[in-house]
Nanobody, 126 residues
Framework: QVQFVESGGGLVQPGGSLRLSCAASGFTLANYAIGWFRQAPGKAREGVSCISTSGGSTYYADSAKGRFTISRDNAENTVYLQMNSLKPEDTGVYYC???????????????????WGQGTQVTVSS
């Protein structure tokens, strides 16, 4: 059974940083492109960033460009999202998923397996 476990969220002040981790069980994460998504209260889930299997290609939503960095350690079966210069509008539950549609266009990123983990809450507030 494919399962993703997100961690690293928390409460941070505007301008602060967090590093999210995405671990996988039941399959080899290294075989898949991985995306980070987030869902703010009352809003639809949206793509934030994604990374190719090798890590050689990375893409970001406009809201994340210049502030977030996605990376992966295939030996550890983990994908990371380093978030700097956080803003209140970054608040939400962050999820990771294996994706299809790895392009520079956010709307093409689709959850390959269709299910979501519990996510990790990120709250940016003073």
């Amino acid at each position: 059974q494919v399962q993703f476990v997100e961690s690293g969220g928390g409460l941070v002040q505007p301008g602060g940083s967090l590093r999210l981790s995405c671990a996988a069980s039941g399959f080899t994460l290294a075989n898949y492109a991985i995306g980070w998504f987030r869902q703010a209260p009352g809003k639809a889930r949206e793509g934030v960033s994604c990374i190719s299997t090798s890590g050689g290609s990375t893409y970001y939503a406009d809201s994340a460009k210049g502030r977030f960095t996605i990376s992966r350690d295939n030996a550890e079966n983990t994908v990371y999202l380093q978030m700097n210069s956080l803003k209140p509008e970054d608040t939400g539950v962050y999820y990771c998923a294996a994706i299809v549609g790895l392009t520079d266009k956010v709307h093409t990123w689709s959850n390959r397996f269709g299910s979501w983990g519990q996510g990790t809450q990120v709250t940016v507030s003073s």
